[in-house]
């Protein structure tokens, strides 16, 4: 199976979409364990006008499914009415298998115990900032997501390692949810090095039917400046939302976006010593509309420029719209258009974009 080419890959995407499956998910159960195998393909098409050349000189027209995954989790009753949970996650790109065929990234992958005291878990998983980010971004893992190219989300919510949004080497701890709909979340990152400045973070969240809030802080353990804060929430009703997060940058937001002297895009980690690069305020806000099987989209948001970054202006604003279809309660096609504008003097970048998503 890893050796499949991207034709074939192509064709069992739309075999899955066409096919009158009511739901694609593999589970299996026992008497006090269950399991379950699912995902999602996506597929875009890209056209991007980049104002600076790149080097690899590839052409600005593409297929992309890089955010494609599958996760197998399952959970299985203890004793003292705990349960035992696992996840294990991988990324893949249907559209690009390279001469070996499909190549496979691991994302979160944890083991861990869910109960009455709450969720207790070990491993590689999401830090409560980035998950908010999650919930804050219509079109997460899909081309035109918030994090990527508009940046209107830092960097704190891409990639996996110390100081990332996918925190390795971690013990995270999430506390029941109260009648009242608040919940704390806490997380410590065990640092592999002989330094041993580890990571930690906590957050406080609360849910409604019609309102959500959120405030988070991360601090990467390392000397210097290596800490962010976040705050957000949404507003929900009559088929609408409002919603949109600020994040205040003391460090960890300028390393992580790479706009310090001594961070190093090559490093997945953030183990940067002695920062001194901060100011990088980002934020995003949006509005989402649905209407039957229309979705509606709008999102607006900058980066301020960084105090002591590599660049005098660093800083840039993002913004886009688009519209899904969703055919269903597992497939949506979507198309929309990105335009990030830079405080130098470096011409705008802009993206178009139609893709389609399949979740099983």
């Given amino acids: 199976m890893h050796h499949l080419k991207v034709w074939q890959w192509l064709t069992l995407f739309w075999i899955f979409t066409l096919c009158p499956f009511n739901a694609l998910a593999v589970e299996w159960k026992g008497q006090d364990w269950n399991a379950s195998l699912n995902g999602a393909l996506r597929v875009s098409y890209n056209d991007d ?7 690899d000189n590839k052409s600005n027209k593409y297929l992309s499914g890089n955010m ?5 989790t399952g959970s299985r009753m203890l004793k003292l009415g705990m349960k035992g949970i696992f996840k294990t996650e991988w990324g893949l790109d249907p559209t690009d298998t ?10 979160d992958q944890y083991l861990g115990l869910e109960g ?7 491993g590689t998983m999401l830090t409560p900032y980035m998950q908010t980010g999650v919930a804050m971004d219509p079109y997460w893992r899909d081309a035109l997501e918030a994090r990527s190219f508009p940046e209107i989300q830092s960097g704190l919510h891409d990639n996996t390692g110390k100081g990332r949004g996918r925190s390795t080497n971690t013990l995270r701890y999430d ?8 919940q704390a979340q806490f997380f410590y990152g065990l640092d592999e090095t002989p330094d041993n400045n580890n990571s930690f973070g906590t957050g406080f969240s609360f849910n409604s039917q019609y309102l959500s809030l959120f405030i988070q802080w991360y601090d990467n353990g390392e000397p210097g400046k290596d800490k962010a804060y976040k705050m957000g929430g949404e507003i929900k009703g009559g088929g609408a939302s409002l919603f949109g997060q600020y994040e205040v940058d003391e460090g960890l937001i300028s390393l992580a976006d790479n706009l310090s002297p001594v961070s190093d895009p090559a490093n997945a980690d953030i183990t940067a010593k002695d920062n001194n690069t901060h100011g990088a305020d980002t934020w995003h806000t949006g509005l989402k509309y649905t209407n039957g099987k229309l979705l509606f989209i709008g999102q607006y948001g900058q980066r301020q420029d960084s105090k002591n970054g590599l660049t005098p202006k660093d800083g840039l604003t993002g913004w886009l719209a688009g519209v899904s279809i969703y055919l269903d309660n597992t497939f949506y096609l979507y198309t929309g258009y990105v335009q990030k504008d830079f405080n130098d003097d470096r011409d705008s970048d802009s993206r178009f974009s139609i893709g389609a998503t399949l979740t099983f």
């Fill in 49 to 55: 006008s980049i104002g600076t050349s790149t080097a």
């Fill in 68 to 72: 494609s995954h599958v996760q197998l």
């Fill in 98 to 107: 390279g001469e070996k065929g499909l190549s496979l990234k691991d994302m």
């Fill in 116 to 122: 009455g005291f709450g969720m207790l878990r070990a």
């Fill in 175 to 182: 506390s029941p949810m109260s009648s009242q709909g608040m």
